[in-house]
């Protein structure tokens, strides 16, 4: 089991700058990556950052240049993913997700779980 605990989100101005951090305990051992998503209203949940233990780190294309993705992993402590977000526009208001997700067994055929947070909403208006 894996809890993770949002802060940051809340209301800027279009072109501002917000952080989101996410805490991760528990089996964090056994996190293989850690990311934040997003999900409008009536809409699926689409991914907008991760990065994984091994410091590779994927962007959708909407935030490319503008958002950026760092984590500390740390077997025996909190693993933290944090998301800066910079140049702000309005398209960006939703909710915020955290993920980790936990890989264990063979390498081969590995099994793997997902875990959320709670959400943090992000507002972008003037």
Same mark, same amino acid.
Do not use: H
């Given at each position: 089991?894996?809890?993770?605990?949002? !802060? %940051?989100?809340? #209301?800027? &101005?279009? %072109? %501002?700058?917000?952080?989101?951090?996410?805490?991760?305990?528990?089996?964090?051992?056994?996190?293989?990556?850690?990311?934040?998503?997003? &999900? /409008?209203?009536?809409?699926?949940?689409? #991914?907008?950052?991760?990065?994984?233990?091994?410091?590779?780190?994927?962007?959708?294309?909407?935030?490319?240049?503008?958002? $950026?993705? !760092? !984590?500390?992993?740390?077997?025996? /402590?909190?693993?933290?993913?944090?998301?800066?977000?910079?140049?702000?526009?309005?398209?960006?208001?939703?909710?915020?997700?955290?993920?980790?997700?936990?890989?264990? %067994?063979?390498?081969?055929?590995?099994?793997?779980? /997902?875990?959320?947070?709670?959400?943090?909403?992000? $507002?972008? !208006?003037?």
């Amino acid at each position: 089991q894996v809890d993770l605990v949002e !802060s %940051g989100g809340g #209301l800027v &101005q279009p %072109g %501002g700058s917000l952080r989101l951090s996410c805490e991760a305990s528990g089996r964090v051992r056994y996190i293989d990556a850690m990311g934040w998503y997003r &999900q /409008a209203p009536g809409k699926q949940r689409e #991914l907008v950052a991760t990065v994984t233990f091994r410091g590779s780190s994927n962007y959708a294309d909407s935030v490319k240049g503008r958002f $950026t993705i !760092s !984590s500390i992993f740390a077997d025996n /402590a909190k693993n933290t993913v944090t998301l800066q977000m910079n140049s702000l526009k309005p398209e960006d208001t939703t909710v915020y997700y955290c993920n980790a997700v936990t890989k264990w %067994g063979p390498i081969e055929a590995p099994a793997s779980a /997902a875990y959320w947070g709670q959400g943090t909403q992000v $507002t972008v !208006s003037s």
